[in-house]
């Protein structure tokens, strides 16, 4: 009985730990992959869809709409002048396509 009792306290000791570290790395990991993503050698195409799931990914801290845009923009392999001002990730990505 007691050592029943051990167990289930060191479990939910354990899942306490994974709980508060796991999602301070995955918030981490996540905003590393937005920021370091780039076109490179994929399509246009996919590097949008990689962009959006990366943007939309559920974070605490979100990123900025600007600071998306400017991600999203610097990452794309041909530099093109743009003329249009967007406020949002999405009205860049159509001026992308």
């Known amino acids: ?10 479990r ?3 899942e306490r ?3 508060g570290f ?8 996540q905003r590393s992959r937005f920021l ?3 076109q490179e050698k994929l399509e246009l195409f996919e590097y949008t869809q990689k962009m959006r799931v ?4 559920p974070v605490v801290n979100p990123l900025s709409e600007h600071i998306k845009m400017t991600m999203f923009m610097d990452g794309l392999s041909r530099r ?3 003329h249009v001002h967007a406020n949002c990730m999405e009205q860049v ?3 992308a396509l």
């Open 1 to 10: 009985m007691d050592a029943a009792l051990i167990t289930t306290k060191r």
């Open 12 to 14: 939910q000791l354990c």
């Open 17 to 19: 730990l994974q709980t």
């Open 22 to 29: 796991l999602l301070a790395n995955y918030e981490y990991r």
């Open 36 to 38: 370091a993503c780039k």
């Open 54 to 57: 990366l943007a939309a990914s």
């Open 80 to 82: 093109q002048l743009f």
């Open 93 to 95: 990505i159509q001026t």
